[in-house]
């Protein structure tokens, strides 16, 4: 006789950058397993892709790519998972800030449901160059930001930085027309013709990437001193 089958609950959350509503369930047991042992390991890419495995996994909705996602996505949704799987709760240790006096460590509770993603303000993925021309922009996926690697936009390494911002282009559009179909060598030479403060708008879309953040005011409980810390990335909320 075969063994009872547990079924897990469901629920549904919204993708911060694209607005999907998914479904997604718990994770159970072998990939929380998962998940310690990259964390015990403390390399980012190996948390990261645990990460991502987890999600693909518990996610429900058919038309659901995680490899796609923004990395402010895939931070997200990790901690509405974690929220529905171990508990809406995290404890974190906190200390003040260099420089104090006080050594005091101090336990604090953190609600995971309060914790979102913040867009700049005017936020856009649309950047106009001229008054005609624009181009839109996407955020590297997941997947790709894995192969790549640390892409520093103010490196000195233009060509890496070039190829990272051809795979991001989406379209470019003028009053008239919208381009969408380009081959990577039309999307070069279109980036290298334009001027300095007009690259400059390409990268601040960038640098200026929504956030998985979070401000926690708490008080120590020996010197009664209060204290916030900005927590900023899915490993703040782990420490």
């Not at 559009?173 to 070069?188: A, G, L, M, Q």
């Not at 403060?197 to 008080?219: G, M």
């Amino acid at each position: 006789m075969s063994l009872p089958v547990l079924k897990s609950p469901e629920y549904t959350t919204t993708v911060p950058s694209t607005k999907q509503t998914i479904k997604f369930r718990p994770f159970l047991v072998k990939e929380e397993k998962l998940l310690f042992m990259a964390l015990q390991g403390g390399d980012q890419k190996e948390m990261t892709n645990a990460v991502s495995n987890i999600i693909k996994t518990c996610v429900l909705t058919d038309d659901f790519n995680v490899d796609k996602l923004a990395m402010f996505d895939v931070e997200y949704l990790f901690l509405q998972l974690r929220g529905k799987s171990v508990g809406e709760n995290v404890d974190l240790r906190l200390k003040h800030p260099k420089g104090s006096d006080c050594k005091n460590i101090v336990d604090v509770s953190v609600n995971l449901d309060q914790i979102n993603v913040t867009f700049p303000e005017e936020y856009s993925d649309k950047i106009q160059l001229t008054d005609e021309v624009g181009i839109r922009l996407q955020f590297p996926g997941v997947k790709q930001i894995m192969e790549m690697g640390d892409i520093d936009l103010n490196n000195e390494n233009f060509d890496q930085l070039l190829d990272f911002v051809c795979s991001c282009v989406i379209c470019i559009y003028d009053n008239e027309n919208v381009y969408d179909t380009f081959t990577k060598d039309e999307i070069k030479n279109f980036l290298e013709s334009l001027n300095q403060q007009q690259f400059e708008k390409v990268q601040r879309f960038f640098s200026n990437a929504p956030k998985l953040e979070h401000d926690i005011e708490w008080t120590c409980n020996k010197c009664e001193r209060k204290e916030t810390i900005h927590m900023e990335g899915l490993a703040s909320f782990f420490t």
